[in-house]
């Protein structure tokens, strides 16, 4: 994903999004598929995969997370060396250099594809609609827009806290892809079949409390929708 940056009057540019973490997909729970990094920090190490062959050719760039123990880490992938085996930039240093069955890829790549909807809700960055997942949306971190990290860790926290990193796949009986997003007191999706809100029980949308209701089925165009007062005003499908 890119963005549009204003640093002047007459001075604007397009820059790719630099995330500080995730998103990801579901950590493995296969036993026996484990990665194996060569070490636990710099460019270029190498990340081994025993028991499958996760990696295609269009993973460079995407992410993967190690969770051998304690705090994740994660890198970047800039070579796909074989169907089992990639090189990495480490970003966030691993715990340990041993192999691990915890662990994510990025849900975003050239193969999977990237978010194709945006916006802002409760002072989050919202994303969605990939190629694989045309259903699904992320959230970023709350109040840090450019990280999509699950979890925190933070003052030895373990468990997810209500600011981190969301995501969520609409369960219906069709697959629709969301065209827009348009937040107000509540977050709505137009997808191709029909319309949904986002809410919660309590006062915000967090990790642990997300309410994803349809209210219609008519079906969105590819348009932006228009919101005036409470309303939402948007173009039906054909």
């Known amino acids: 994903p890119h963005k549009l940056e204003r640093r002047g009057n007459t001075t604007w540019s397009l820059v790719e999004v630099a995330f500080a973490d995730g998103p990801y997909l579901d950590e493995n729970t296969v036993s026996g598929q484990t990665l194996d990094?060569?070490?636990?920090?710099?460019?270029?190490?190498t990340i081994t995969a025993v028991?499958?062959?996760?990696?295609?050719?269009?993973?460079?760039?995407?992410?993967?997370?190690?969770?051998?123990?304690?705090?994740?880490?994660?890198?970047?992938?800039?070579?796909?060396?074989?169907?089992?085996?990639?090189?990495?930039?480490?970003?966030?240093?691993?715990?340990?250099?041993?192999a691990t069955g915890n662990w994510s890829l990025g849900a975003w790549s050239a193969d999977r594809g990237h978010p194709s909807a945006v916006s802002f809700f409760e002072q989050r960055l919202v994303w969605a609609n990939t190629r694989a997942q045309p259903q699904s949306f992320w959230m970023s971190q709350s109040g840090d827009l450019e990280n999509m990290?699950?979890?925190?860790?933070?003052?030895?926290?373990?468990?997810?806290?209500?600011?981190d990193g969301?995501?969520?796949?609409?369960?219906?009986?069709?697959v629709n892809a969301i065209r827009w997003m348009s937040p107000g007191r509540q977050?709505?999706?137009?997808?191709?079949?029909?319309?949904w809100s986002v809410t919660s029980d309590g006062p915000v949308v967090t990790p642990l409390d997300i309410q994803v209701r349809r209210e219609s089925t008519?079906?969105?165009?590819?348009?932006?929708?228009?919101?005036?007062?409470?309303?939402?005003?948007?173009v039906q499908r054909a």
Do not use: M, W
């Open 37 to 45: 990094p060569s070490a636990v920090s710099g460019n270029g190490i």
């Open 166 to 174: 969301l995501d969520f796949t609409i369960a219906a009986d069709q």
């Open 149 to 163: 990290r699950p979890d925190s860790f933070e003052g030895g926290a373990t468990e997810v806290q209500d600011d």
């Open 51 to 98: 028991g499958h062959s996760p990696f295609v050719d269009g993973d460079v760039g995407r992410l993967i997370r190690l969770r051998p123990s304690g705090e994740p880490g994660y890198a970047i992938i800039t070579e796909v060396v074989s169907p089992e085996q990639v090189r990495a930039d480490v970003k966030r240093v691993f715990a340990n250099a041993n």
């Open 218 to 234: 008519n079906g969105s165009a590819n348009i932006l929708p228009v919101r005036i007062s409470s309303i939402v005003l948007f």
């Open 187 to 195: 977050l709505i999706l137009g997808t191709s079949g029909g319309e």
